[in-house]
């Protein structure tokens, strides 16, 4: 009927797609550094004969994998260390701010080297919002995976959980996670935050030949997904999620609904893993940027803006029904008038 | 209702916290009980200070080519978990202070792969030697932890039959626990004290 006033970039519809590239290069490289780290350990030992069958074949592998890119493994393996948590790529250390901040309540002072390490992702949020939760972060591989466990079993007759809660107890969880540091002098806050126990219980899985005590919390937070609420420890609980939605309260980088495109269809609220409301503006300092609304949308109504807030709600969609009949009735009127 | 609600778990919260920082508190003061004899890896910032430092990222772990650094579970109290330790009989540290280099922290200072710095900077504790056990003091000539050690006559000297003497430079890296051939070992590292 109307045609469409504007429609977003092209390449946004992709971007979902893209993330998911990103979220599983993030989540493959945790799988290989411990390997990686095996690896430089039997180089080292310069004993290849006295290596057990399975380390040799962790060996041969990574052996087969690195030898175009590396001359010395002990050295050149170096370049990329740690995790998301923190860690070291190609020289340039980087860590999560919930780490400075933890680190900061925990010692009561400002050690600036390290400081400095959190202040690109920091930059990378004030712009981009929560992105880390959506593009980056390991756990949210795997906890996006548990949805569509979640889905498949609903197709299959079980109920799952689908409860709601406050999405204002995450912050209660920060400041009680940094609280608790800073009482025992020791930066809890990493016990609690998915991203940081994922990569700590790849290594020590791979490396030290067991899970830790971490994989047991993690473990019921996917249960906890599962059965009460959908992605419910991100959108309730997460501290660090807590912290990413904060700094990203005025981010650069939204998205935002064309209303005039708009059909009222609800997909994009149906999809939202942080179950947010961008069929009636409201995204919040929540949304993630995932785009997985945008690439849903039939009919191009989502984009990305530059604007510091987010737009008010402005009512149903032009494309839908209810504004078409309230268009009509407000014509009768007008007709009436006349 | 929505906010009393919230408040009601704010106030449960808060008390939950407060049971386990008490519970914490008690269990910090077993630090390096005789039970769990254990080491902080080279360089490591005095037990208070590292604590605070340390954000449990295992990069030092990782680091290692010698694989001789582990991580706590809850058996050292909740404020060590996920903290890194070295049990010197296991594997013991080779002094190669990659660990250092890669702490984001600082919670491990970074040292120089040099005697000088190495004999400034890393203090992980200092061996002993049971005369009863050692071999050499009983009158079997061994000297296979002075052979071990990276730092020959500056942490250990022989003297007659090869019975060790740990000097003041020993840092405690644990080499000759690790290679001493007697069960149980007649050297021991005891770890530096917890400032």
Known sequence: MTSKVATPFFLWKHLNKLRWVSLTLVFTMLLFLPYAHLYQTYEAAHAYDLLADSEKQIYDTMETLTSFLVDDVEEDLDAIKGNTWSGTFFGLQLSDPLAAVGQIFAGKTFYLPFLLTALIPVLFTLVFGRFFCGWICPATFIYELNTNVAAGLRRAGLKTGNRRFDRRVKYLVLAAGLLLSAISGSVLVAGVYPPAIVGREIYYAVALGGFGAGSIFFVGTLLFDLLVARRGFCRYLCPGGALYSLLGHFRLFRIQRIVENCNDCAKCNAICEFGLDPLRDGFGQECNNCTACIAICPTDALTFKVQIRDQPDRGPGHLGKQYQREQTQADEKHREAA | ?195
């Open chain 2, 1 to 195: 209702m929505k906010r009393r609600r919230f408040l009601k778990a704010g106030g449960l919260s808060v008390v939950a916290l407060a049971a386990t920082a008490l519970s914490t508190g008690a269990s910090r003061a077993a630090v390096n009980q005789p039970s769990l004899r254990y080491l902080r890896p080279p360089g490591a910032l005095p037990e208070e200070d590292f604590l605070n430092r340390c954000i449990h990222c295992g990069q030092c772990g990782e680091a290692c080519p010698n694989r001789c650094i582990n991580y706590f579970e809850l058996e050292n109290g909740l404020a060590s978990i996920d903290t890194p330790y070295i049990i010197p009989r296991e594997k013991a540290c080779i002094l190669c202070m990659k660990c250092g280099d890669v702490c984001p922290t600082g919670a491990i200072q970074k040292v120089e792969y040099e005697l000088e710095d190495i004999l400034d900077k890393v203090d992980m504790g200092r061996a002993v030697v049971d005369k009863q056990l050692c071999l050499s003091w009983q009158g079997k000539s061994c000297g296979v932890c002075y052979r071990a050690c990276k730092l020959p006559d500056v942490a250990i000297r022989v003297g007659y039959m090869e019975q060790p003497h740990v000097l003041e430079n020993c840092i405690g890296c644990g080499l000759c626990e690790r290679s001493c051939i007697q069960i149980p070992q007649a050297i021991k590292i005891l770890p530096r004290k917890s400032a």
